[in-house]
């Protein structure tokens, strides 16, 4: 019976990247010394579980190099092997590796990175190193003969494969082995001498044949030895190989030494190469694609179905309220069917309603909740970031997770993990010192960085804190000077001049490195978190370090909203940025000479926009002193809005207007009111842009 | 060749024809300034009456806004103003006909607004005639193609070409296109 095993692949996926990313947090938590056996056992459980799977799914190539990792781990995990941080790195790269052939599968587009040939050659040469003291001869000359073969390339491998007279029942095919043989090379198969039992003394189901292989291949005995490994106990099988072009005999052994030495070069190229996909970050897929050809490329516009993993409590608490509510409901369907509705059945419909509207509420929570993950994972990946990073830069840090239980919407999370990789990368590069200069200053010479997340009201923060060398105002003044964006006399508080950093185009990185300085600066970042509707802060003492605060809603898809009216058109602010709405005396109006307004609001001047002017409707307020103005808070400045009316607040459901239509300026979305009418919401920092004033400040002040 | 064509023209009966083979498809036409266009029916979700919308700010003219359709944000478009045609009040037979189409490899529902909803035909893929080449300078790719049904032209739309490019012809043009693809067959054969 054929299975499509395409159907759980899926599954399969997610359980190999939830393996790769245990093995990579044991790998990082490792005292490489004197390591811990359970750790070792529980990277080596999940190797062998994505060779299983991987096999099983018939991916030959993740198969193949996890088996690798497997027998070296194997090794360790006996005692045959010591550990050594080599084997650290070179088992850290692989992660990174099958991260990267899972994304390739994910697609369905070829996987073609030298990186996969050169660690499958620092595997083979580790294991050819041999382990400690208790070597077999087999292990030796098996050894010997894969650096023989790959000086060379192809072998003409004999086989003399013995098959036990029970293997056919106990479920073994050779026919199925010898294919497998065939797909590694060229293959000849003889019948070898057998003994055969008298006709009448055959059992059927037994095997009486041996056979001898011929197989011409320049894959590894170790891949060879593969084919027969369920079979292995029961069956006598002997390799023996012999090269393929024999006048090259002499070349080959000058050969394994010139490769060896150049192995370790080849490290450190890898090493690089890892450097740059970090440092891509984002990027990352779009380099490891672009070796691939095109046509694959296409391909993988395949929809990519995302899932969850929900525990079980979640869906029985779910479960649990449908209950609930069909009971409301039955209970309210029968007061329906009532012909006539007298006093009492009428206090029963409206507990009924009361109790509909708490189960209504209830069951939203927590269908809410299933999307809430855990922030530990976005916090995963920042050890390793840090690490690979602090080594890089030769700085040392410790880093400190904590709050890794907040919950938080995978889709508010996905989107925060780029920002928040910027600010650790930014706090390793700009903030920490060297070590040295921190013993200078009288420091620890490890240096901390924190990353704490909790819950505030409807909200989660998240807290990147750095004991480094915290903002040099004078330096970023100096550099907003010289861009023009402060005036030469101008004197700002030291609270305005970090806000600087969140300028467009601002970096106060003299050099563009690899990790900081390309043009994604602050002001990305504070982009991104205000797409979610969330706010970034920053406090910065010299030489004590900083710590940005980002504030985020905790879901993308409810809002808290005040609902205001333009002309005959309904829309939603979100409750989040508005400060306060108020009538304005026509006194505190004062009109700019190209055509912009301001409010006097107590001792700020507030630049105001009306939103019928932006959007092109008619409204009846057109005057500042004939509507309200609503302050907002846009990018940490405060902005009025002149609109007609404010109506009620409630909770809305974000709906996109992007699945059917298109992107809209100065609109984040569309919802659905308790009439069904559709009003649209207000993207705040869209429509200050989309206004144009952002420099309006400057020139009043 | 101009034989053939003419030959074909009493085929269609008027309504559904019961043999759905694979070599014809279902199309719903529908009436705009005295025209009648068709569209795949496999396209089509369903038809709706007018109903008021939510105006999108600074939105081109022929997006009247969205409505709620049953919990999806669904843009509605006018036809008449796609195409640049004279606009009429909205009245009892205006109706806004939902559709999907993919454009950019996305699958999108856009209602569109269109004077009446007319019949549902059987054509044989085989009475399509090609829409005839107006030179350069004016895109047609939104044109399926040319069938008669109860001795009237229709113009197949391409929902997808049509819903899904930026540029359409203006108003002249198309009342050209559709002035010539009135004329006698012989002479649309023979342009």
């Known amino acids: 019976m054929e299975i499509d095993l395409s159907q759980f692949s899926q ?75 080599e084997h650290q790195d070179i088992l850290l790269l692989s992660v990174d590796l099958l991260r990267n052939m899972f994304d390739a599968l994910m697609r369905k587009i070829d996987f ?11 595997f083979t040469m580790e294991l050819e190193k041999g382990t400690q003291g208790s070597e077999t001869a087999e292990v030796d000359s098996s050894s010997e003969i894969t650096t023989e073969q790959e000086a060379s390339g192809l072998l003409l491998w004999s086989i003399d494969f013995q098959a036990g007279i029970d293997i056919l029942r106990c479920g073994n ?15 000849s198969v003889n019948l070898a001498e057998h003994t055969s039992p008298e006709f009448n003394d055959i059992d059927p189901e037994a095997c009486y044949l041996n056979w001898q292989l011929e197989l011409i291949t320049d894959q590894p005995l170790e891949r060879l030895k593969e084919v027969f490994e369920w079979v292995e106990d029961e069956c006598t099988i002997n390799f023996s190989s012999n090269p393929l072009i024999n006048e090259n005999q002499d070349d080959e052994l000058s050969n394994i ?32 694609n672009q070796g691939s050809k095109p046509k694959a490329v296409s391909q993988a516009k395949t929809p990519e179905t995302s899932s969850i993993r929900v525990s079980i409590d979640k869906i029985d608490l779910l479960i649990n309220m449908v209950g609930e509510l069909v009971i409301t ?95 650790v990368r930014n706090s390793l590069d700009h903030g920490l010192e060297t070590p040295e200069e921190r ?72 050099s563009v490195s690899d990790l900081s300085g390309r043009g994604v600066g602050m002001d990305v970042v504070r982009r991104n978190i205000n797409e979610l509707n969330g706010s970034i802060e920053l406090k910065s003492t010299q030489d004590k370090g900083s710590r940005f605060t980002i504030r985020l809603p905790l879901t993308l898809a409810i809002l808290d909203g005040q609902l205001v009216r333009v002309g005959q058109h309904i829309y939603v602010v979100p409750l989040v940025s508005i400060h306060e709405s108020l009538q304005v005396e026509p006194s505190k109006i004062n009109r700019l000479s190209d055509g912009h307004e301001l409010i006097q609001l107590r001792n700020e001047y507030l630049p105001v926009i009306k939103v019928y002017q932006e959007f092109c409707h008619t409204s009846d307020a057109r005057e500042i002193k004939d509507g309200l103005v609503m302050v907002v808070d846009s990018n940490n400045e405060k902005i009025g809005l002149l609109v007609d009316e ?22 984040s979305g569309a919802t659905i009111l308790g009439d069904g009418t559709v009003a649209l919401i207000i993207d705040v920092t869209g429509l200050v842009s989309m206004a144009g004033i952002t420099n309006m400040k400057e020139h009043a002040a | 060749m101009t034989e053939q064509i003419q030959n074909e023209q009493p085929q269609h009966d008027h309504g559904i024809k019961q043999d759905n083979d694979e070599d014809s498809q279902q199309y719903l036409t529908f009436i705009m300034a005295n025209e009648e266009y068709g569209v795949e029916i496999l396209s089509v979700q369903e038809i709706r009456g007018w109903e008021s919308t939510t105006v999108i700010p600074n939105a081109p003219s022929h997006v009247k806004g969205v409505i709620n359709l049953r919990g999806t944000i669904v843009p509605i478009i006018d036809l008449r103003q796609r195409f640049g045609i004279e606009v009429l009040d909205y009245g009892a037979t205006t109706v806004v006909i939902v559709v999907k189409v993919a454009i950019a490899n996305e699958h999108k529902v856009i209602g569109i607004v269109v004077d009446a909803v007319s019949d549902v035909f059987s054509v044989n893929n085989d009475d399509v005639r090609e829409a005839p080449n107006f030179g350069e300078g004016t895109d047609l790719s939104f044109i399926k193609g040319l069938t008669n049904a109860s001795d009237k032209m229709v113009i197949l739309l391409d929902i997808n070409m049509l819903l899904g490019s930026e540029v359409l012809p203006e108003a002249e043009q198309l009342s050209n296109l559709i002035n010539t693809l009135d004329a006698p067959q012989q002479q649309v054969v023979n342009a």
């Open chain 1, 646 to 667: 404010l109506l009620s607040q409630q909770q809305v459901v974000i709906k996109s207007l992007e699945d059917n239509y298109n992107r809209v300026p100065g609109v």
């Open chain 1, 173 to 187: 095919d050779p026919y199925l082995m010898f294919n497998e043989l065939r797909q590694l090379g060229e293959l």
């Open chain 1, 11 to 85: 599954v399969f996926f997610e359980e190999s990247l939830e393996g790769l990313d245990a093995m990579e947090s044991e790998l990082l938590n490792l005292d490489v010394n004197n390591p811990d056996d359970e750790a070792i056992n529980t990277i080596f459980r999940a190797a062998h579980s994505i060779k299983g799977g991987s096999a099983t799914f018939g991916f030959s190539q993740v198969a193949n190099y996890t088996h690798l990792l497997e027998t070296l781990l194997d090794e360790i995990r006996d005692g045959r092997r010591q550990m050594t941080s």
């Open chain 1, 112 to 122: 073609d990175d030298p990186l996969l040939a050169q660690l499958e050659k620092q």
């Open chain 1, 439 to 510: 013993l200078a200053k009288g420091k620890s010479e490890v240096g901390t960085i924190t990353l704490n997340a909790f819950h505030q009201g409807g909200s989660i923060i998240i807290e990147i804190i750095d004991d480094g060398a915290g903002l040099d105002t004078d330096r970023i003044l100096n550099k907003a000077r010289e861009k023009g964006l402060v005036g030469l006399e101008e004197e700002l508080s030291t609270e305005a001049i970090h806000k600087l950093i969140f300028k467009p185009g601002f970096s106060t990185a003299d």
């Open chain 1, 257 to 288: 030494e010139s490769t060896q030495g150049t192995i370790t070069q080849e490290l450190q190229g890898s090493e690089a190469v890892q450097a740059d996909i970090e440092s891509n970050g984002a990027d990352e897929t779009k380099t490891s």
């Open chain 1, 329 to 423: 409901q039955a209970m309210l369907g029968q007061i329906g069917q009532q012909e006539k509705i007298d006093e009492e059945s009428l206090i029963s419909l409206k507990q009924g309603l009361e109790q509909l509207a708490t189960h209504t509420r209830d069951l939203q929570e927590s269908v809410m909740q299933i999307r809430m993950l855990p922030i530990s994972f976005a916090f995963n990946r920042f050890p390793r970031l840090v690490r690979d990073i602090g080594q890089q830069l030769g700085k040392k840090v410790n880093l400190v997770l904590k709050g890794e239980d907040t919950e938080l919407d995978k889709t508010v999370m996905e989107k925060i993990v780029d920002p928040m990789v910027h600010l």
